[in-house]
Each structure stands twice: as C-alpha cells, then as structure tokens.
C-alpha cells in the first residue's frame, strides 16, 4: 500500500507543482528566444492544469512521493527519468487525439521533457547533497559515478535481506549493496518502527512495516537473512530485537556500535554476528574530541600493555587523535607484532614504534624514555586474574605495584606531561590480590602530585569494572562452554558485575585523561551490575540454545578472592559529577611519597621471597581496608 500523506508531503507536492509549472513556461521562453508571441499565452495557461495534472499522477505511480529525500539516489533519479518520459509522452498523445497539435511547436514538448527531468531531479539531489555534505559524507560527491553500471545491475540477484532499521546507517549498507553486486545480497526491504518513515522508500526499497511484524514480514518477503542497522540503538531495545530476530528462525548479524566503529564508517565489511557486547553497551559514547585532541595531537603517546584488551583498544583510540607517534610498550611479543601490524595499517602518518619491555626493569624503561621521550603514558599493564593472583600474590605485587612505581618515576624524570593509570573496581575495599595491589598503586600515583612536590607531570587514575571480551573474562570461557555442549560453570546465583565494552571504556580513559590536573581518582559510570547468571543465559539463547533445556548451568561456588559484588565507589569518598556524564571523580587525601616509598621497600624483599602469608599480613597494616575474601557456599 502506498502511503501519501506524510510530513513534508504538501511541501514536495507543491514543489514539485512549481517547477512542472515554470518548466512548461520556461520551454516556450526557450522555443521563441526569450519572446513569446502573444496568442501562446493563453494557450500555456489553457494546457498547463493537464500538465500539472498528468505530471503528478505519473510521479505518484512511479513512487516519486515514496522517497526520502536526503538519501536520494541513481534509483530514484531513473525513476525520475521514467515519469517524465511516460507523462511527456502522455501529453503528447493526448494533444495529438484530442486537440491535435496545430498551436502547439513540437520542440515545446521535448524541451519541457528536458527541463521538468532536470528540475526534479536536482530539487531531490540538492536535498541530498546538502545533507551529505553537512553530515561530511564524501560519498555525495561521487553521486554520478558509476551511472550506467547502476542501471545494469539494479535488480541483481543474491541472499534475501532485510534490513531492521531506516536510518543514515541501513542507507550506506543498501547503497553499497547495490553499487556492488558481488556482495551477494538483494535487499528486500527495511523494517523501521519510526511512524513517519511507513511505506516510504530508500533506493527504491520499501519500508515495510514495524520490528513486531518482522516474523510476518520474513515470510511475505523470503528473506533468508536479517540486519541490525542500528548502531545507537540503546541496550535495552537491541535486548528486544534481538529476542525478535530470534523468533524468525533465520541468521541475524548486525553492525558494530558507533563506539566500535574507529574511523565512524559503516560498510559491509563491518557487519558481524550479535556479540554480547551489543546487548550491554549500543549507546554511543560523546566526546568532547577538541579536548582530547589538545593534549594528544602531534604528541609522542607511550602505551603500556600495548598488546592487551584495553592497551590495544587504547592505541586503536589514540590514532583517531593524530598523535605525532604510539610508543607499543609490551612484554608479550606475539601480542605487540599483531598490534603494531594493525596500527600501521589503519594510522596513516603516524609513527608506530614498538617495544618488546617490562615495566619490571628500570633499565629498559629509561632506555626507551630516553630515545622516545613520550609526551603522554597510559599505563595499562597489569595482572588481572583474581584467583591466579590469589595464590601467587608477590607476582600481583611486583607487577601492578612495583611496575607501577618504575614507571612513575621515569615519567617524572623525562617529564612527562600527562600520566593516565588504569586501575579497577576491585581496588575498593579490596578483598583480594589483584584490587589491594591496584589500590595500593592508585595510591602511589596519586601522592605524586601534592605536599608541596613541585612535579610537571599530571598524574592521574581512572577506575572501572569489567570490560566485555577481555582476556580472560567469563565470555570467551561461556562461549568454549556452549561450543563443547555445556554445561556452564557459575561460581554464585547472586554474583553480578559491572560491564562495559572495551571501546567505550577507552574512549572514557582518553576523555578523563583531558580532565585531570593532577591526583584525581576518576570513575567511569558503569551503569547497572549485571548477574552474572543472566549473561550465560543470554549468550546461550544468542548461541541459538535455550538455557537448561539444551546447555545446563551449573553453580561451583566463589574462587579464592572473589566477592559476590564489586563496588567503585565508598560512601567516604566524595564524588562529584565532572562535565561529562559519564565521568565522576573524587581526590583523596594526600599521602607522603617518602613514606609509600618505605612500604614498597618493604614489599620488595617479601616479593624475592615469595612469602605470600608475610604479603597479606603487611598489607593488612598497610591498607585497612583491605578485608581479605570469605568463603560463600553457593546456597547463601
């Protein structure tokens, strides 16, 4: 069914009213140099309610009022061509039986048929010109290219698509279909619950109907495959269509979130299967990018962790700001050539510079300070796996501690500008290895600025939870759960976690770090904890599984260290809201460096000597609010 009445609609129609009619006016201006004997005026007015009245009607039944505008295309532009032409001719034959065409130059015909194809089409291009080029998408100006290709390869066959969601994204996915018949896809349709979008059409594809008749539409149309075009779709409502495209019983994939998307180009090569990152974290996170840009652009970046989840995902972040080089600051080599290969493929001029080094080594620090002299350090190496950490505490202390230390204090020797330390949720009020020696580093880098030390460098912390995808989270050991049959292995029923993705997380390290002037504890706004339980069942009904029914959970009670919650803040802390929305902060007493520094001391001779029970005492003393983990039974 065609839709006719829309917003907008009266403004297109009488647009298009006007330009039929100077058209018409304008072709005898042209036939008679500009001079137009008098008797053909009354012959122009007398004609001209046929024309407009056939013009429209032809417009109408070629789908001319079906279109968006703003993604005008090839396909419309030929629609364009085949109105004019059968209204023309129309015209023509009309004349020629009722009228004749005695009165009449023949000329007038042909170049109104010229003028009224040139007028609508470039009424609708313009429109799409204007808003390309406003959002800056270059693609507008190769609006033409490849005309006749277009019209050869228009109804090209391949997979059944459809595309859930009529926005600027759904668009570039459909217009690169088309362009590119190799592909393998032949879009059917769009599904979109925006009312005003209803029976409209986008390259001559059809929105047809809301993401509630999806299962119907399937049908109606074939389709043997479904696409997520939404990329700021929230959480909760991805949540809904997924469980949608569920029900339909055929393949959905998506395209990757506007966090995720590096350069903010949506293309089919970005199209991937729904990950559990989706139904945690669509939304896309604002940046204040001027901010950023001032204390990275042209600036030498150094990276610890380089070859990690957050370090990597740091250094794809960074190369968005044009730094003047990325130092790879990375022990694990594998990890380091595969980051460095990738950033020299997508970074452009910027300098890629890895190095295989440990923060552990004073002496491969000041080398690499020395012949680099970054500008900027995110310090992201660290142990993270609570349990192994619990049994090997010196390894948890030597490593995030000590590490830690050997960093600041190069950076404050080179003088660094800006130090940006990652630290986590678990470092509030620690019950474990791993959260007592990240809070016992947070605590280090903030006496760094403060007590009267005249220090250049700005040091700082953010602090936040998990991140979804990491390596060694709960999701990649479900996923080789699912994949081997099940079942899936739960420490607790009650246990829940903060989540985010890895991009959103970097993204908020970047904007923090633009923040601080120096000691500040900043807080990334984690949202709502998440059960722990619930993830697994959705990452099986994501695995196409029904939870207990065709994979079973089983419950095997907390590991050593583990709490049943985390938490990022205590009551005692005073956060304050900064001016982004995501981002809060506190500062925390000062602390006397010389006297961290005698604790560390401390700690390093019990590190040479594995004492793990000696470690837990003194941290005991150290920090008091280190409250070491009780076991929970799995009934509790």
């Given at each position: 069914?065609?839709?006719?009445?829309?917003k907008?609609?009266?403004?297109?129609?009488?647009?298009?009213?006007?330009?039929?009619?100077?058209?018409?006016?304008?072709a005898?201006?042209?036939?008679?140099?500009?001079?137009?004997?008098?008797?053909?005026?009354?012959?122009?007015?007398?004609?001209?309610?046929?024309?407009?009245?056939?013009?429209i009607?032809s417009?109408?039944f070629?789908?001319?009022?079906?279109?968006?505008?703003?993604?005008?295309?090839?396909?419309?532009?030929?629609?364009?061509l085949?109105?004019?032409t059968?209204?023309?001719?129309?015209?023509?034959?009309?004349?020629?039986?009722?009228?004749?065409?005695?009165?009449?130059?023949?000329?007038?015909?042909?170049?109104?048929?010229?003028?009224?194809l040139?007028?609508?089409?470039g009424?609708?291009?313009?429109?799409?010109?204007?808003?390309?080029?406003?959002a800056?998408?270059?693609?507008?100006?190769?609006?033409?290219?490849?005309?006749?290709?277009?019209?050869?390869?228009?109804?090209?066959?391949g997979?059944?698509?459809?595309?859930?969601?009529?926005?600027?994204?759904?668009?570039?996915?459909?217009?690169?279909?088309?362009?590119?018949?190799?592909?393998?896809?032949?879009?059917?349709?769009?599904?979109?619950?925006?009312?005003?979008?209803?029976?409209?059409?986008?390259?001559?594809?059809?929105?047809?109907?809301?993401?509630?008749?999806?299962?119907?539409?399937?049908k109606?149309?074939?389709?043997?495959?479904?696409?997520?075009?939404?990329?700021?779709?929230?959480?909760?409502?991805?949540?809904?269509?997924?469980?949608?495209?569920?029900?339909?019983?055929?393949?959905?994939?998506?395209?990757?979130?506007?966090?995720?998307?590096?350069?903010?180009?949506?293309?089919v090569?970005?199209?991937?299967?729904?990950?559990?990152?989706?139904?945690?974290?669509?939304?896309s996170?604002?940046?204040?990018?001027?901010r950023?840009?001032?204390?990275?652009?042209?600036?030498?970046?150094?990276?610890?962790?380089?070859?990690?989840?957050?370090?990597?995902?740091?250094?794809?972040?960074?190369?968005?700001?044009?730094?003047?080089?990325?130092?790879?600051?990375?022990?694990?080599?594998?990890?380091?050539?595969?980051?460095?290969?990738?950033?020299?493929?997508?970074?452009?001029?910027?300098?890629?510079?890895?190095?295989?080094?440990?923060?552990?080594?004073?002496?491969?620090?000041?080398?690499?300070?020395?012949?680099?002299?970054?500008?900027?350090?995110?310090?992201?190496?660290?142990?993270?796996?609570?349990?192994?950490?619990?049994?090997?505490?010196?390894?948890?202390?030597?490593?995030?501690?000590?590490?830690?230390?050997?960093?600041?204090?190069?950076?404050?020797?080179?003088h660094?500008?800006?130090?940006?330390?990652?630290?986590?949720?678990k470092?509030v009020?620690?019950?474990?290895?791993?959260?007592?020696?990240?809070?016992?580093?947070?605590?280090?880098?903030?006496s760094?600025?403060?007590?009267?030390?005249?220090?250049?460098?700005?040091?700082?912390?953010?602090?936040?939870?998990?991140?979804?995808g990491?390596?060694?989270s709960?999701?990649?050991?479900?996923?080789?759960?699912?994949?081997?049959?099940g079942?899936?292995?739960?420490?607790?029923?009650?246990?829940?976690?903060?989540?985010?993705?890895?991009?959103?997380?970097?993204?908020l390290?970047?904007?923090?770090g633009?923040?601080?002037?120096?000691s500040?504890?900043?807080?990334?706004?984690?949202?709502?904890?998440?059960?722990?339980?619930?993830?697994?069942?959705?990452?099986?009904?994501?695995?196409?599984?029904?939870?207990?029914?065709?994979?079973k959970?089983?419950?095997?009670?907390?590991?050593?260290?583990?709490?049943?919650?985390?938490?990022?803040?205590?009551?005692?802390?005073?956060?304050?809201?900064?001016?982004?929305?995501?981002?809060?902060?506190?500062?925390?007493p000062?602390?006397?460096v010389?006297?961290?520094?005698?604790?560390?001391?401390?700690?390093?001779?019990?590190?040479?000597?594995?004492?793990?029970?000696?470690?837990?005492?003194?941290?005991?003393?150290?920090?008091?609010?280190?409250?070491?983990?009780?076991?929970?039974?799995?009934?509790?």
């Amino acid at each position: 069914m065609k839709r006719i009445f829309y917003k907008n609609f009266f403004i297109i129609l009488l647009s298009d009213i006007i330009l039929i009619s100077f058209s018409w006016y304008f072709a005898y201006l042209l036939r008679f140099n500009f001079v137009i004997p008098e008797y053909s005026y009354y012959t122009i007015k007398y004609i001209l309610p046929l024309i407009i009245a056939i013009k429209i009607l032809s417009f109408y039944f070629f789908d001319l009022y079906q279109g968006m505008w703003r993604y005008t295309s090839l396909i419309d532009v030929v629609n364009i061509l085949k109105a004019c032409t059968v209204a023309s001719v129309t015209i023509l034959i009309m004349m020629l039986f009722v009228h004749g065409i005695s009165g009449f130059p023949r000329s007038i015909f042909i170049i109104d048929w010229v003028l009224t194809l040139f007028l609508i089409s470039g009424s609708r291009i313009g429109v799409r010109l204007f808003v390309s080029f406003s959002a800056g998408d270059k693609s507008a100006r190769l609006l033409w290219k490849n005309f006749f290709k277009i019209l050869r390869t228009h109804h090209h066959q391949g997979k059944k698509l459809l595309i859930i969601g009529a926005g600027d994204c759904g668009e570039k996915i459909c217009r690169e279909i088309h362009d590119n018949p190799h592909l393998g896809y032949q879009v059917m349709g769009f599904v979109d619950d925006d009312p005003s979008k209803a029976n409209l059409k986008i390259h001559g594809i059809p929105v047809m109907g809301k993401m509630d008749e999806v299962q119907v539409l399937v049908k109606k149309t074939d389709a043997e495959e479904l696409l997520i075009a939404m990329p700021t779709v929230s959480s909760r409502n991805m949540r809904k269509i997924v469980a949608r495209c569920e029900k339909t019983g055929i393949p959905f994939k998506t395209v990757p979130s506007m966090t995720e998307l590096i350069n903010g180009r949506v293309t089919v090569k970005a199209i991937r299967d729904v990950a559990y990152e989706d139904l945690i974290g669509r939304e896309s996170v604002k940046l204040d990018e001027e901010r950023i840009g001032a204390y990275i652009r042209n600036k030498r970046v150094l990276i610890t962790g380089a070859g990690g989840s957050i370090g990597s995902e740091l250094c794809r972040q960074v190369c968005r700001f044009s730094p003047q080089s990325i130092i790879l600051y990375e022990r694990a080599e594998s990890p380091l050539y595969e980051i460095e290969l990738e950033l020299r493929d997508i970074c452009g001029d910027v300098q890629i510079i890895p190095r295989l080094a440990d923060i552990l080594n004073p002496l491969q620090l000041e080398k690499v300070f020395y012949e680099e002299r970054p500008q900027v350090v995110f310090h992201a190496a660290a142990y993270k796996h609570v349990p192994m950490l619990e049994l090997q505490p010196w390894e948890a202390m030597s490593n995030n501690l000590l590490g830690t230390r050997n960093l600041v204090e190069v950076s404050r020797q080179y003088h660094v500008e800006r130090f940006v330390f990652v630290s986590s949720d678990k470092a509030v009020r620690p019950a474990n290895m791993m959260g007592a020696s990240k809070r016992l580093a947070e605590i280090y880098v903030q006496s760094q600025n403060g007590n009267g030390h005249r220090v250049s460098t700005r040091f700082m912390t953010v602090r936040f939870g998990n991140v979804v995808g990491s390596v060694g989270s709960v999701i990649p050991l479900f996923k080789k759960q699912i994949e081997k049959g099940g079942p899936i292995t739960v420490t607790h029923p009650k246990m829940t976690r903060y989540f985010m993705t890895i991009p959103e997380a970097c993204q908020l390290i970047l904007q923090a770090g633009s923040m601080g002037q120096g000691s500040e504890i900043f807080i990334l706004d984690m949202g709502v904890p998440i059960r722990i339980a619930d993830m697994a069942r959705d990452l099986i009904r994501l695995s196409g599984f029904e939870p207990d029914a065709d994979i079973k959970i089983e419950y095997t009670g907390l590991r050593p260290g583990e709490k049943l919650q985390e938490e990022l803040i205590t009551d005692d802390e005073g956060i304050v809201q900064t001016s982004h929305e995501k981002i809060m902060v506190f500062k925390a007493p000062y602390r006397e460096v010389d006297a961290i520094n005698g604790k560390l001391d401390h700690f390093l001779s019990l590190i040479v000597n594995q004492d793990g029970e000696a470690i837990k005492d003194f941290i005991k003393v150290v920090l008091p609010e280190y409250k070491p983990h009780r076991k929970v039974a799995v009934g509790e």
